[in-house]
């Protein structure tokens, strides 16, 4: 009986490095960049942060992306503990871009709009609003690369092989390897 292997240690490789380069994207942010933002001016950071969104969205896009799509294709090439985490994984990585793209993202237009003219009332409440999304994402990504570790360490082989594939006959319909007919 033949047994298909999918190489699953590629696509844990590529789901550990997505989900930790989303990680550490976000983690940077959170640690350097935001406090960074309270130490300077608020003109300098309207500046900065919307030179800096122009940079980051296609980088943090394909980021997001790409930690999605490993973490749920680890989810398909594995089984039992190991396909329920990536799933959970996949859903954290998720739930990162929904919070980047129905939190952060509209918020961006506001501080866009401040940079070109002036602040209105109850900027401070916003930019709050875009710090409490950005350590959201931040924690969800961080949560879903310590998922996939999990996975890459504490996961047993067993659970890496995809199911067996039905023998396939050698010779011609009906026939068996052999030659003999059934």
Do not use: K
């Given at each position: 009986?033949?047994?298909m292997?999918?190489?699953v240690r590629?696509v844990q490789?590529?789901a550990?490095?997505a989900t930790?380069?989303?990680?550490?994207a976000?983690?940077y942010?959170?640690?350097?960049?935001?406090?960074?933002?309270?130490?300077?001016?608020l003109?300098?950071?309207?500046?900065f942060?919307?030179?800096m969104?122009k940079?980051?969205?296609?980088?943090?896009?394909?980021a997001m992306?790409?930690a999605?799509?490993?973490s749920?294709?680890?989810?398909v090439?594995?089984?039992?503990l190991?396909r329920?985490?990536?799933?959970?994984?996949?859903?954290?990585?998720?739930?990162?871009?929904?919070?980047?793209v129905?939190?952060?993202?509209?918020?961006h237009?506001?501080?866009r709009?401040?940079a070109?003219t002036?602040?209105t009332?109850?900027y401070a409440?916003?930019?709050?609003?875009?710090?409490?999304?950005?350590y959201?994402?931040?924690?969800?990504?961080?949560?879903?690369?310590?998922?996939?570790i999990i996975i890459v360490v504490?996961?047993r082989p067993?659970?890496?092989?995809?199911?067996?594939?039905?023998?396939?006959?050698?010779?011609?319909p009906?026939?068996?390897?052999?030659?003999n007919?059934?």
């Open positions: 009986m033949r047994v292997r999918t190489h590629y490789g590529a550990l490095l930790g380069l989303l990680a550490g976000f983690g942010g959170a640690a350097n960049v935001v406090p960074t933002f309270a130490a300077v001016p003109e300098v950071r309207l500046t942060h919307t030179a969104m940079v980051n969205e296609p980088v943090m896009q394909a992306a790409l999605i799509l490993s749920f294709g680890l989810a090439v594995s089984h039992g190991s329920r985490l990536a799933i959970g994984a996949g859903a954290l990585t998720l739930t990162s871009l929904l919070v980047t129905f939190g952060n993202v509209p918020l237009a506001h501080i709009r401040w070109a002036s602040v009332e109850g409440e916003i930019l709050q609003r875009w710090e409490t999304f950005h959201l994402r931040t924690m969800t990504g961080l949560a879903a690369f310590a998922v996939i504490f996961t067993e659970s890496w092989v995809v199911e067996p594939l039905p023998p396939t006959p050698v010779n011609g009906g026939e068996r390897a052999s030659g007919r059934r």
